[in-house]
């Protein structure tokens, strides 16, 4: 009794227990990583923002407000190049993540034929 017991224990364990850890840690991870991305662009973005915000109050005169409005281009440039590249890095954790996902569920699905398979064989014999 014990013995069918604790094979079915591990029989749970390879095909619900240990894939659903499994798949909880990756995706835990991702969001920890995606949280620090998102953290990472939003003080960059406040930062950009602050600094504009200071400049626009150091204009005192016209030849200042045509340097501030020529920074402008610059800055809106550099803005856009930034917003891109986390775009960028976002797309690339993304694709991380189903790939992940993607070996976990086939290594999953092997284990659960092996074990199966092994539980079918262990019947007959008996």
């Known amino acids: 009794m014990n013995e069918n ?11 619900f227990m240990g894939p659903s850890r ?9 969001t920890e990583r995606m949280i620090e991305a998102q ?6 973005y406040t930062e950009i923002g602050m600094k504009q915000a200071r400049a626009a109050l150091e204009i005192k005169d ?16 550099d803005l856009s190049e930034k917003v891109k590249s986390d775009a960028e890095k976002v797309v690339a954790m993304n694709q991380d ?6 070996k976990l569920v086939e290594s999953n699905v092997k ?3 092996d074990t199966a398979t092994e539980a ?6 008996n």
């Open 111 to 113: 284990t659960a034929t």
């Open 97 to 102: 993540f189903v790939n992940e996902a993607r």
């Open 62 to 77: 016209p030849e200042a407000l045509k340097a501030y409005a020529e920074e402008q281009q610059k800055v809106a440039k």
């Open 39 to 44: 953290m990472a662009a939003a003080k960059a």
């Open 22 to 30: 499994d798949y909880a840690k990756l995706a835990v991870d991702y």
């Open 5 to 15: 017991f604790d094979k079915m224990t591990e029989q749970a364990e390879k095909m």
């Open 120 to 125: 079918a064989k262990a019947t007959k014999s």
